[in-house]
């Protein structure tokens, strides 16, 4: 099956510095890709709909100031997590599709964020 | 809003009893569900979903709109189904890879 690959797998940062983290698909192009925050034992909460090409759509109640994301080509795209706070942290997850309907959808295997 | 319920937090069976893992959804139209499992250390990978009406290692499940479930389901199981579950539902169309996803289930299965 396709792979989506995220990067870093895990990263710590101080408060107030930003963090990138960076979304593949290694053997397909994903038209569109979807992010999701995941606390520990809960639920993935839908946090954006990144298309190639155009800006993101928001999930209500995520600030699009807070977590950029760009999908510049096919194969990529990213999440940047701005000025980030102690509350940030989490496990960040992408997902990818083969688009149109029938398309699969594949998960990355997601960046566990800590704000110290 | 669409959501999506999986009552169970955590499920244990013995090896060779049959499970059932719950899952209720709300949503106004036509609803597109799936499962997801999460092996330990791995990540999350589709199960089943329900317009392919297929089995995927032994497990089934069936979308009953007039009771709105599609609980997962397995005659016999085994300790390699022991996992976390997710439950998803689509809207599909345009808005098709978008998912609301339940709590999760922890399936452990003894020996």
């Known amino acids: 099956g396709a792979v989506v690959s995220q990067h870093p797998s895990r990263v710590i940062c101080k408060s107030g510095t930003s963090v990138k983290i960076e979304c593949r698909s290694l053997d397909f192009q994903a038209t569109t890709m979807f992010w999701y925050r995941q606390f520990p034992k809960q639920s993935l909460m839908l946090m954006a709909t990144s298309n190639e090409g155009s800006k993101a759509t928001y999930e209500q109640g995520v600030e699009k100031d807070k977590f950029l994301i760009n999908h510049a080509s096919l194969t990529l795209s990213t999440l940047t997590v701005t000025s980030a706070h102690p509350e940030d942290s989490s496990f960040y997850i992408c997902s990818a599709t083969t688009d149109g309907e029938g398309g699969e959808l594949f998960f990355g295997e997601g960046s566990r964020l800590t704000v110290l | 809003a669409q959501r999506v319920t999986q009552p169970e937090k955590l499920l244990s069976v013995f090896k060779g009893a049959p499970v059932e893992l719950k899952c209720n959804y709300s949503y106004s139209g036509s609803p597109e569900l799936f499962w997801y499992v999460q092996y330990s250390r791995q990540r999350l990978q589709l199960l089943l979903r329900?317009?392919s009406r297929e089995s995927i290692k032994g497990f089934t499940a069936d979308l009953n709109k007039g009771e709105t479930s599609f609980h997962l389901k397995k005659p016999f199981a085994q300790e390699e189904d022991s996992a976390m579950y997710y439950c998803a539902l689509g809207t599909g169309g345009t808005s098709y890879g978008k998912l609301t996803f339940g709590q999760g289930t922890i399936l452990t299965v003894h020996p």
């Open positions: 329900h317009i």
